[in-house]
């Protein structure tokens, strides 16, 4: 009720697709499944998808590393982290982790001064900048209550972001994450609320005034100060885990996201609430090799061929991956589609994860 309200009250303040570069994942696992993860996530990738399941550490502290390149290699985005368990390990029921994350495109050419005063071309006036977005989580789960058969676990993230275009724009923000989380044997169950507060980023803006009468010459707007707002989006989780035999598994997930902002081109859409769901399957092998495939970000778009542009088709985007483990390490790779599934904007996801047996008290 106090994010419907939140939404309600501030929509009109709120920018849509703020932040996004906060909502492409982490980790190849995670992609190659459609980013359902929020039931069942529980090493070092927890601090981006439900900081609840920190709490599964159980006496071990995980590392993780992912590398990807979009668009032919035009945006780069790099992501680290790490968790350990808080207390005696081999009792802890709480974990702390640290991610940092910055998706990029660097070497934009930058052609205010490319025409000279005379009307002349001049290459030589042409300088590059890097469009920036950077972003640092410090992530807490705790468990709540556990026994035996079953973990009723709690988390938090509080999270930094920067975001720089050049020297022309440069932005500072700060929010909030909350999540839930629940595991059995078979059943699992995450409910995670992201920037439950309402994330803020506060930009400025810094213009020679050189670089002033260029923009007002070709009809720019020159901006000053700008406050954007990320509002709460809600994100529900239910997975089942199933051993076919002794070495064969295999696990589903569902997840749903939920969000308040103004109606989107999702699977179910309003202008009170939008519903996106997100599938993903994984099958294991004696817990050495596993093979996903995920499907996620629905939408209702123009047929191909279409020339009347009026016949429309659900499109989504899919990805398959796999990994292996060997010992402590996990290598695992994931292959996605930026677009839909007739579109051929596919992209080679990597990412090492590395589980390392903690034997001194980290407090």
Known sequence: MIVLLLSFEGKGQFRKYSN???NIGAGARGLAM????????????????????????RGHSSYSLMHAEYFAGIGKYDYFSTASPIGDPAKATSGLGISVLRFAVDDIPNTLFLVEPDGTINYNNIRSFSSADYAMLI?????????????????????VIHRSVGKFAKAWGVGLDAGLQYRSDKISF?????DITTTYNAWRFSFTDKEKEMLYLSNNQIPIKSVELTAPRLYLGAAYNSDLNEKFSIMGELNLELSFDGQRNVLLSSKVMNMDPR????MNYAKTIALRMGVYNFQRGLKDGDTTNLSKVWIYQPGVGVGF????????YAFTNLANQSNPLYTHVFSLHLRLPTKKYIY
């Open 20 to 22: 996004e570069f906060m």
């Open 34 to 57: 459609g980013g359902a993860q929020i039931a069942t996530t529980e090493d070092a990738y927890a601090g981006f998808w439900n900081p609840a399941g920190l709490s599964e550490l």
């Open 139 to 159: 992530s807490f789960g705790q468990t709540l209550f556990s026994d035996t058969e079953k973990n009723f676990s709690f988390g938090t993230n509080a999270k």
């Open 190 to 194: 995450g409910l995670v609320v992201r």
């Open 279 to 282: 599938i993903g399957i994984e």
């Open 325 to 332: 483990n060997i010992k402590q390490f996990r290598i695992d």
